[in-house]
């Protein structure tokens, strides 16, 4: 019998996110250190729930946690980097196969090209690169989240994070929102075709040319 997760408490949970924001966007930087006691003060909360959600990130693999120097920001390096989108290109590719391919016949996947569509103007609307960064996020979730297998999902949703704090240091060094733009353009054309084998190409190609313009140490 599956057993369903504890909850997480309103209080860490807020805590939770609000720092997790933080490090996808930039606020808090690779390596910075994260005292509980700081964190604590600045959410208005005790430090129980600030530990619980510092432990809960480093279980995301956004927060390093240390015996002799407590909790911080994950540092990325290029062989993290590769494991990251390695693990992407095998899985996220075959998701968008999937879901392009459902489309005819499944709402979920028609309204997930939608929300992918509408992911693209909020990027290009976007004033800042925190925008520019959250939307980029929901563009590709938007198009593996409808791929009908549970597990795939959950196995790309628990990557995402670590992916988004790749692509944050990546874009700090080398700027390439209009190419990705343009790759993500080209992508839910090609999904809103029909195309399922050509949409699965073009994200696999998009996901490979990114980490080897930001990481070209580990090819």
């Known amino acids: 019998m599956d057993i ?7 209080r860490t949970q807020y805590v939770l996110e609000a720092v997790k924001h933080a490090i996808l966007t930039g606020g808090l930087r690779p390596g910075q250190a994260l005292v ?11 430090k129980t729930p600030v530990r619980e959600a510092l432990k809960t990130l480093a279980g995301r693999g ?3 946690m240390s015996e002799y120097k407590g909790a911080t920001v994950r540092t ?19 998701a968008l196969r999937r879901t392009v391919a459902a489309r005819a016949g499944l709402e979920a996947a028609r309204a997930g090209l ?14 800042d690169p925190a925008g520019r960064s959250l ?11 409808p791929c009908g297998n549970p597990l795939l999902t959950r196995m790309l949703d628990e990557l995402r994070d670590q992916a ?34 050509g949409a699965a190409r073009a994200l696999h190609e998009h996901i490979a ?4 313009r930001a990481f070209p140490d580990g090819e």
């Open 4 to 10: 369903a997760p504890s909850p997480i408490p309103s």
């Open 36 to 46: 509980e006691a700081e964190l604590a003060a600045q959410f208005g909360v005790s």
């Open 62 to 64: 956004l927060v390093v």
């Open 76 to 94: 990325v390096d290029t062989a993290m980097a590769h494991a990251v989108y390695d693990v992407r290109l095998l899985l996220e590719p075959e």
């Open 114 to 127: 939608e929300a992918a569509g509408a992911a693209l103007e909020r990027s290009d609307a976007a004033a």
């Open 135 to 145: 939307a980029n996020r929901d563009f590709h979730r938007a198009l593996y989240l």
């Open 164 to 197: 988004a704090l790749v692509s944050a240091i990546a874009w700090q060094a080398v700027p390439s929102w209009e190419q990705e733009a343009r790759e993500h353009r080209e992508i839910l054309a090609r999904a809103l075709d029909g195309d399922a084998d």
């Open 209 to 212: 040319s990114f980490v080897r």
